[in-house]
């Protein structure tokens, strides 16, 4: 099923892990969340409200970073769910 996050603060140096199988993923975080999000899906989509810097990409992988980057992680891996980074 579907995954909301919301996260009032994000810590520098923290890790947000999620692996779905079909279920869209929704994570917001505050305007000045920082760190590299990395993305892998075999059919889904990497959606962002959040300015992104894009680091890599292929067809079923990105990594970027969020905000001026960081020590911190946001990592998603799905089969066919989508996810959205929202404030």
């Known amino acids: ?45 990497l959606n962002s409200e959040m300015p992104l810097t894009l680091q890599s990409s292929s067809r079923r992988d990105v990594r970027a970073e969020l905000g001026s980057g960081g020590n911190g992680s946001l990592r998603f891996k799905t089969f066919s769910g989508s996810v959205k980074i929202d404030r």
């Open 1 to 45: 099923g579907p995954v909301m996050i919301r996260q009032k603060s994000l810590d520098p140096n923290q890790s947000i892990d999620v692996d779905t199988f079909s279920g869209n993923v929704e994570l917001h975080v505050p305007d000045n969340a920082r760190g590299t999000v990395t993305f892998h899906s075999f059919s889904g989509h």
